[in-house]
């Protein structure tokens, strides 16, 4: 498990870094598509490995027996549930926001009487979020 963090570490500091570095220096088009399409393929591949690692039995036995006791199957499927739902309905709530006031802004610049029936859908994209963070509480009560 150590050897997963440190990784998962590892990539995120070397996206950073090389992020900075791409700031200053100034690093454009293909270059930079290059390096992010190598670290997205990396990091797939990183967690499609460890996937299959920690669930094909390769760990412990004692850490085995101890997952197993604290967390029955139908307990662990509820959370991924939970987890899945409260997720998924944040980022669909970013891209409807993202859409959205993107719009609004355009339309306030050129009508600015146009600024409560705006927020007004705005308010609606961010009700997703909510509405995902329900079916979690849903799930887990």
Not at 5 to 21: E, K, N, P, Q
Not at 40 to 58: K, N
Not at 59 to 71: I, K, L, P, R
């Amino acid at each position: 498990m150590d050897f997963v963090m440190s990784t998962a570490l590892l990539f995120v500091v070397v996206t950073i870094g090389y992020g900075v570095y791409a700031i200053k220096k100034g690093v454009e088009g293909k270059k930079a598509k290059k390096f992010l399409g190598i670290n997205i393929l990396s990091f797939f591949t990183f967690l499609i490995v460890t996937t299959i690692v920690l669930l094909s039995g390769g760990t412990s036995v004692a850490a085995e027996h101890a997952v197993n006791a604290a967390v029955s199957s139908s307990d662990g499927m509820r959370y991924l549930a939970a987890g899945l739902s409260t997720g998924l309905a944040c980022i669909g709530c970013g891209i409807a926001v993202a859409v959205s006031a993107s719009a609004a802004i355009g339309a306030i610049s050129e009508n600015e009487s146009l600024l409560g029936k705006t927020v007004i859908f705005v308010g609606l994209a961010e009700g997703i979020a909510i509405y995902g963070l329900i079916i979690s509480i849903m799930i887990l009560g």
